[in-house]
């Protein structure tokens, strides 16, 4: 079994961090998008006369575009406490820059764990 190094957990922590806003804010469009495309779903029943097969049509857009937004509004839900923690809290905006300095002492004591040798003191082992 491989052992997986602190740094590779701290990188990944820090990735995840740095992903979140963005997927959060991408996530967040798209509902709103969806939002607007099911406004003009509604209108478009409400102010158009239409024949029966086009009922059905809209029927099936409006389905796609509720399943789409449940999508993207369960990514919202699922990013949104860490993006309000990363957003409202300069605790937690600081502990991620000492962490950002952590993780390059570590890789940096990893690097010469991994590299390091023995040079004999002793002149009879020479």
Do not use: C
């Amino acid at each position: 079994m491989k052992k997986v190094k602190q740094s590779e957990i701290i990188s990944t922590f820090l990735k995840l961090v740095d992903a979140i806003q963005k997927e959060y804010e991408t996530a967040y469009g798209f509902v709103s998008e969806k939002d607007k495309e099911l406004t003009d779903i509604t209108h478009k029943a409400e102010l158009t006369k239409l024949k029966q097969n086009e009922k059905a049509k809209l029927m099936t857009e409006l389905q796609y575009n509720r399943r789409e937004r449940r999508y993207w509004k369960n990514k919202v839900d699922e990013f949104q406490p860490l993006y309000e923690l990363m957003s409202n809290s300069k605790e937690f905006k600081s502990a991620i820059a000492q962490l950002k300095q952590v993780l390059g002492k570590v890789r940096k004591a990893e690097e010469y764990l991994e590299n390091r040798t023995y040079k004999p003191r002793a002149k009879k082992n020479q």
